[in-house]
T-cell receptor, first 110, second 114 residues
């Protein structure tokens, strides 16, 4: 079963704009991670945020976590065509597995 | 530093056959997890291996089995293939320092069952 649900399912923006995607989950978590996947290949780890953290930055990425609302957001600033990909959130809930959401397909138009 | 590698890249099988997929973890990692990703979906956890034992399993039938070797590499075996087993199979490695930690994924094996 899918724990996380990304929103929106698809997003199309112009190069240079910011892209925001959201993830909601159902149970308490230890941490949440965001991954990028290009063209149905392997997933690339972007950022990990732990349950006691509220915000984290990495380059053009900003992730927030609201455990009271069981939600997270990923902001990509100044998007580039190379950011075109599917983005997934994955939650870890005290076991040894991550549960992935359904993904947001981002398209950045040049 | 080599990342996670998987072989083969693509595979075509017919219903009822058996398949073995292989994964070598990132250098220094001791834990391997396997995921199945159907087209347009997120990855679904199959199982995780640590210290050559299956540590946790997702909701997959016994037709899916695995193995981890002393060098931490791993195999995923699927018996009696069904059309619905067609998917991208992803291997992820991590360093087990507790429960979960950052997982690094390989490029995947695309399995097509005809």
């Amino acid at each position: 079963s899918q724990q996380g649900e990304e929103d929106p399912q698809a997003l199309s923006i112009q190069e240079g704009e910011n892209a925001t995607m959201n993830c909601s989950y159902k149970t308490s978590i230890n941490n949440l991670q965001w991954y990028r996947q290009n063209s149905g290949r392997g997933l690339v780890h972007l950022i990990l945020i732990r349950s006691n953290e509220r915000e984290k930055h990495s380059g053009r990425l900003r992730v927030t976590l609201d455990t009271s609302k069981k939600s997270s957001s990923l902001l990509i600033t100044a998007s580039r065509a190379a950011d075109t990909a599917s983005y997934f959130c994955a939650t870890a809930a005290g076991t040894y597995k991550y549960i992935f959401g359904t993904g947001t397909r981002l398209k950045v138009l040049a | 530093d080599a990342g996670v590698t998987q072989s083969p890249t693509h595979l075509i099988k017919t219903r009822g056959q058996q398949v073995t997929l292989r994964c070598s973890p990132k250098s220094g990692h001791d834990t391997v997890s396997w995921y199945q990703q159907a087209l347009g979906q997120g990855p679904q956890f199959i199982f995780q291996y640590y210290e050559e034992e299956e540590r946790q399993r997702g909701n997959f039938p016994d037709r899916f089995s695995g193995h981890q070797f002393p060098n931490y590499s791993s195999e995923l075996n699927v018996n009696a293939l069904l059309l619905g087993d067609s998917a991208l199979y992803l291997c992820a490695s991590s360093l087990s320092r507790g429960s979960t930690d950052t997982q690094y994924f390989g490029p995947g094996t695309r399995l097509t069952v005809l």
